[in-house]
């Protein structure tokens, strides 16, 4: 399995920016798909975003579409997610998982391994 760390999380004003980092522990992502997910309070774990280099593409939610960004260092041991113009409904915890294969599926099931999540809250 592979070992993730995200970091980056924090509080922000609506409208403000964050970037999240998602490290991978011993290897690199290029084998991978990488997903970015987010959980609030009371409500089930959605999809965000994705990065997959043997599917050579990116995906986005509609939600954050046009604010949010997906990226990785030259290396591709790190997966960033870059967002803009947070809203209040962006608050969440986020986390970033891969599984193998070339397809940005949108289903967490999917999805083998996990980081421990960083916390985003965006106030109002």
């Known amino acids: 399995q592979v070992q993730l760390v995200e970091s980056g999380g924090g509080l922000v004003q609506a409208g403000g920016s964050l970037r999240l980092s998602c490290a991978a522990s011993?290897?690199?992502?290029?084998?991978?798909?990488v997903g970015w997910f987010r959980q609030a309070p009371g409500k089930e774990r959605e999809f965000v975003a994705g990065?997959?280099?043997?599917?050579?593409?990116?995906r986005f939610a509609d939600s954050v579409k046009g604010r949010f960004t997906i990226s990785a260092d030259n290396a591709k041991t790190t997966v960033y997610l870059q967002m803009m113009s947070l809203k209040p409904e962006d608050t969440a915890v986020y986390y970033c998982?891969?599984?193998?294969?070339?397809?940005?599926?949108?289903?967490?099931?999917?999805?083998?391994?996990w980081g421990q999540g960083t916390q985003v809250t965006v106030s109002s």
């Open positions: 011993e290897r690199t992502f290029s084998t991978y798909t």
């Open positions: 990065i997959s280099w043997s599917g050579g593409g990116t």
């Open positions: 998982a891969v599984r193998g294969g070339s397809s940005i599926v949108i289903d967490p099931r999917a999805f083998g391994s």
